[in-house]
């Protein structure tokens, strides 16, 4: 028996978020569908007497990247690696269904990278194993500010070494639980502006201009999961042409019993 965990962010509309990633959605309530019908030419007399039109909704403003998605390369730049970088509809599906694991994080402070040696302690103590094709799932436990104003400025972040060496393992797609990949936006300015280093602002992103990656971002739940032992679906809506695009992100674990 199967048991699947969801790991996505509920889309709707969150007062807490910051201006450009808040998400509104209009619903339609099931009488006004009635008059679309009489306009289309049904008279009130011949409609069945159970219907009372349909709901409807509409998406008044959502961007990509507002809530649980998967960044595409393309986001990253216009180039991997020198080629034309890939947009999100052109993600190939089999590396989006394939064994977990989950690096616990949660003991990183906000505005404190993760290393590579904090990725090696870790599996060291889980027993975790990164093969060809794995996706890692990086937990913080950040998403328990998900709809209040921190949610956009806690957290810790991949570094770019620690990025890369996931893909020199075989890892095409990675994930966290917290806003975005890298350090929070405040840490990585301050950081760049102390030391006048160049190299530090989404630095972690930037290591798909050199090689090809595709990570989430927003994701919740990773608490609910063991270490290692399940397999990750993610499958983002076909927007072609996009830097991202939501998804609906679960983790299933097979063979349990109940």
């Known amino acids: 028996m199967a048991r699947i965990i969801d790991l996505t962010k509920p889309i709707q509309y969150n007062p807490g978020d910051p201006w ?16 679309l019908v009489r306009l289309l030419g049904l008279p009130f007399r011949l409609f069945p007497q159970k219907f009372s039109g349909w709901a409807d909704d509409t998406i008044v403003k959502m961007g990509v990247h507002s809530t649980t998605h998967i960044d595409a390369p393309w986001h990253y730049g216009p180039t991997t690696d020198g080629s034309p970088a ?3 509809d052109q993600i190939p599906l089999d590396i989006c269904f394939c064994p977990g694991i989950v690096l616990n994080m949660s003991h990183k402070a ?18 975790a194993a990164i093969s060809h094709n794995t996706i890692v799932l990086v937990r913080t436990d950040r998403d328990r500010y998900m709809g209040t104003p921190e949610f956009f400025s806690r957290g810790t972040g991949m570094s770019a070494e620690a990025t890369r060496w996931l893909i020199d393992q075989g890892v095409k797609v990675m994930g966290i639980d917290q806003w975005g990949w890298d350090l929070p936006f405040t840490y990585q300015i301050r950081k760049a502006r102390q030391t006048g ?7 972690a992103h930037l290591v798909g201009r050199d090689t090809q990656y595709w990570h989430m ?5 990773l608490s609910a999961l063991p270490a290692y032992g399940f397999k990750v ?22 063979n349990e019993t109940g």
Request: hydrophobic letters at 50%; charged letters at 25%.
């Open 20 to 35: 450009f990633m808040r998400v509104k959605i209009r619903h339609k309530p099931h009488h006004q569908a009635r008059w």
């Open 86 to 88: 890939r947009t999100i």
């Open 110 to 127: 906000d505005g404190d990278p993760i290393t590579v040696d904090d990725i090696r302690a870790d599996l060291a103590v889980s027993g």
């Open 197 to 203: 280093d160049a190299t530090l602002f989404w630095e």
């Open 217 to 221: 971002e927003q994701l919740t739940n």
């Open 233 to 254: 679906a993610v499958f983002p809506l076909k927007i072609v042409g996009a830097s991202a695009a939501p998804a609906r992100v679960v983790a299933i674990i097979e």
